[in-house]
């Protein structure tokens, strides 16, 4: 265990954990919403450091990132818990599991940034459970990758405070943030948490210029209604129109077992997207997911699933019409 950092012990020893919006208040011997952060005799301790319950070598467009080193395969890693209840969450197994150090892996920076380099990759993923909850590790390889000029991805559902989010982002290099509504009682239903908190980690990272990429998963009924979907590409267009967004198919998966979206309900929130931003991708569907250049609407990149070919781009130009174009190789 590490200590955490972040947290207020009050008078009767209770821990009031102060990383994400959820605030916990926790008894001793008790853990937060999260299921990974513990109270320990007054003093608060992340039990997840230093440990994993996955590991491998992902093409970075499966996070996704698209316009973030594409076509190259990164190190990613992941532990377990969460600090949201979504009930149709893909990676429920590890996400929404008891902590059980015995199931897990031990592992340290160093390690790491060996293996990144063993196996040529850009840098390091931090995904496939919640990333921001065991801060304290994310934040100490972060530093350590940095400072060896390698990059730190995020795939997180931005759900922070704004003074940790602040600390660490210095050393965050990519963010893929999940979207999960465009209103706050959604949020509050059905994950537990608040969209405010959520849009101004967005915003914090588009401030601190960092390579940021979004992912709306369409769930029939729920968050898929032209008004709302409008508002939300709304916002996206304020922050710049050049912020790739991707949207995502819906399966039953989990505790929530509706319909999959339709493809028609995909192209048509496609549709609406594509008036107001120029990067806008179909996920878990069995298309092409090619990039145009805004300008001229020449392909740039060619994708059928993780197969990834550029095309007319070259430093990241579009060789037909000259237009500089937000990418980072």
Known sequence: MREALYYETGEKGNTVCELCPNRCEIARGKRGICGIRQNENGKLFSLTYGKISSINFDPIEKKPLYHFYPGRSILSIGSVGCNFRCPWCQNFEISQTSFDGDALRETAPEALIQLARTYDSP???YTY???LINYEFLYDCSKE???NGLKNVIVSNGYICEKPFANLIPFIDAANI???FFNDSGYRKYTGGKLGDILRSVEMLHKAKKHIELTLCLIPGLNDSKAEFSD???WVWALSPDIPLHLSRYFPA???HRYPTPLKTMHSLRDIAIKKLNYV???NVFEESNTYCPKCK????RRKGYLVEKENLKDGICQNCGEILPFIF
């Open 254 to 256: 989990y505790k929530f």
């Open 178 to 180: 999940d979207i999960k």
């Open 298 to 301: 020449t392909v740039l990149i």
């Open 129 to 131: 459970n919640e990333p």
């Open 145 to 147: 990758f940095h400072k």
């Open 232 to 234: 939300f590409v709304d």
């Open 123 to 125: 840098g390091i993923a």
């Open 281 to 283: 991708y179909l996920g």
